[in-house]
């Protein structure tokens, strides 16, 4: 197991900490350490905005409606 340091957080913040861990029953430590694991397997937006990215890439485009196509003369040219 590894050990994390945070410096410089403002004390109502650990203030607010420690007072959601003791509403949850557990030390300061255990709660953070359950904030942060749960908060690591939370998929990025990144992630869900690359897939949509992707699968946008496979989806062939729609034509345009009718009125907006060129019409086609009689020899062929538009």
């Known amino acids: 197991?590894?050990?994390l340091t945070i410096r410089k957080l403002d004390t109502g913040?650990?203030?607010r900490?420690?007072?959601r861990a003791?509403?949850?029953g557990r030390?300061?430590?255990s709660d953070l350490r359950a904030l942060l694991a749960q908060s690591s397997r939370q998929p990025l937006i990144l992630d869900a905005l690359a897939e949509a990215d992707r699968i946008a890439a496979m989806t062939p485009r729609?034509?345009?409606p009718a009125e907006e196509r060129p019409l086609l003369c009689?020899?062929?040219?538009?």
């Open 1 to 3: 197991m590894g050990t």
């Open 13 to 15: 913040t650990i203030a």
């Open 17 to 19: 900490l420690k007072a």
């Open 22 to 24: 003791r509403l949850r």
């Open 27 to 29: 030390s300061l430590e």
């Open 62 to 64: 729609a034509r345009p």
């Open 74 to 78: 009689a020899g062929g040219e538009t």
